[in-house]
């Protein structure tokens, strides 16, 4: 039977907390998870992709970013790119020295948090990404809504300041990528998925959800890109085999 364990790490000097989720299935492959800018770890698509994932014998760990959730940090001042990016890296690291868990198979990201994926995965040795309606470059968004559409909060300041970032020469790095968009989002243009696409290398997928949000608001978007992805995750598992 699936069971959910409580994980604390290290990032720099903050505490992280996060959720893994363990099938009933020893040294289980694993996927990492990333919330959007303002949000966490209790994010709904990342809770149903991490119980999808279990059911097909995948370990999830979702976790909190500095300043963010139960982690340590207040997020107006330890909010970076940079700094969210060394949080994902010591979270892969954490996993890979979990005495239940396999190998690393893959990283998921839903908004920033697909911004953090793609940085890490144009510098870090990753098998296989997935993508939702994630920005590649600051400039192309309004910077009012780069939060989580889960939070009706103002980006605070300075946090304005430190988010400026175009990943798009990082992107010839990244392969064995599922990119997946709403077709009429507002807060992250489709483009921005375009441009993922055409800049990454083959293995790669590209699905636009006819007329979906930046929330993925629709209950049948919600169960394909649950489906699409555990789909993906377990691709990639069997080709590393």
């Not at 959720?19 to 303002?38: K, R």
């Not at 889960?150 to 990244?174: E, I, M, R, Y």
Request: hydrophobic share 40%; charged share 20%; glycine share 6%.
């Amino acid at each position: 039977m699936p069971s959910i364990l409580d994980i604390h790490f290290k990032s720099d000097n903050y505490l992280l907390k996060g959720t893994l989720h363990l099938p009933d299935t020893a040294n289980a492959p694993i996927v990492i998870g990333c919330h959007g800018l303002m949000a966490d770890r209790q994010s709904p698509k990342q809770i149903a992709l991490a119980e999808a994932c279990n059911k097909d014998n995948i370990a999830y760990f979702r976790f909190d970013h500095r300043g963010c959730g139960d982690s340590q940090g207040d997020f107006n001042t330890v909010t970076t790119l940079a700094a969210r990016v060394k949080d994902l890296q010591q979270a892969i690291l954490q996993m890979r020295s979990h005495p239940k868990i396999g190998k690393l198979i893959g990283l998921f990201g839903s908004s920033f948090g697909g911004t953090v994926v793609l940085a890490t995965g144009s510098i870090t040795d990753v098998p296989s990404i997935i993508t939702y309606a994630a920005p590649v470059s600051s400039l192309a968004i309004n910077r009012t809504v780069l939060q989580e559409d889960t939070s009706d909060q103002p980006l605070p300041v300075n946090a304005k300041t430190k988010l400026n970032f175009n990943l798009v020469k990082d992107l010839k790095n990244v392969s064995n990528i599922l990119i997946i968009h709403g077709e009429k989002d507002k807060l992250v243009p489709l483009e921005q998925a375009h441009l993922i696409y055409r800049h990454t290398r083959d293995p790669k997928k590209l699905i636009i959800q006819t007329k979906g949000d930046h929330r993925m608001s629709n209950r049948g978007h919600q169960i394909n890109f649950v489906k699409q992805s555990v789909h993906w995750f377990k691709a990639c598992l069997a080709i590393s085999k």
